[in-house]
């Protein structure tokens, strides 16, 4: 390093995420899915995620498509993950209160789609590089 330069360092600090309503123990991008399937297959379409740094990720599905939302603080109206290319409306997706909304397509995404990009929210705090999402606020 020359004198006068400035040394630039970095910080890496990786936030942990619990499912709202199961365990208190952080779970990792590893284990998101496997998390939410269980939930799936037991009923529960709704999921709430909390990060350590206090976002929040919502994942609803109708097991088909599903709509992944982070949001950054409380009253926040976040963004989602787009389908561009999908048309139609999807019912079904049943809130845990028992709301049942439905949604178009292009604002939710196959499932297996959500669970990579729940994956890697969990993982490293930002959408993947090619996801498609639109901001709401």
Known sequence: ???G???ESVVLVIESWVINDDS???V???A???ALRARIDSGRLETWLT???GRSLAF???TERAMVMPLGEEGDPGEHAVDPEATGLSGGFVLSNGQDDAYPDEDTVPVDEAFGLVEHLVGTGFWPADAHWVGDR
Do not use: D, L, Y
Request: proline residues 14%; glycine residues 0%.
């Open 60 to 62: 609803v599905t109708h």
């Open 51 to 53: 990060s350590s740094s």
């Open 24 to 26: 208190p123990a952080p």
């Open 5 to 7: 330069s400035v040394r």
């Open 28 to 30: 990792s991008s590893e």
């Open 1 to 3: 390093m020359s004198p």
């Open 32 to 34: 998101v899915r496997e």
